[in-house]
């Protein structure tokens, strides 16, 4: 199981994969929570370390990414 932060997110999944310090693969029961206690689940976030950009998807397409906003 892996748990990472940066001080404002926290992360946790089962599997964290990093490409040659490009982007990282976050997979299996993946959950994320924001310093605002926003949170997302899915089962596969890819993150684009140059770009800052998330993308994230379920394995199942008939299943939905769940997320919780709170400001």
């Known amino acids: 199981s892996v748990k ?6 926290i992360l946790y999944s089962q599997n964290l994969d990093l490409i040659n310090d490009e982007s990282a693969t976050i997979y299996n029961n993946v ?3 924001d310093e605002n206690k926003s949170s997302l689940y899915a089962d596969k976030v890819n ?3 140059e770009t800052k950009l ?10 939905s990414v769940k997320v919780k906003l709170i400001e």
Not at 4 to 9: E, F, H, L, R
Not at 54 to 63: A, L, V
């Open 31 to 33: 959950l994320i929570i």
């Open 54 to 63: 998330y993308h994230i998807n379920m394995f199942n397409k008939d299943e």
């Open 4 to 9: 990472a932060s940066d001080g404002k997110i």
């Open 47 to 49: 993150y684009d370390f």
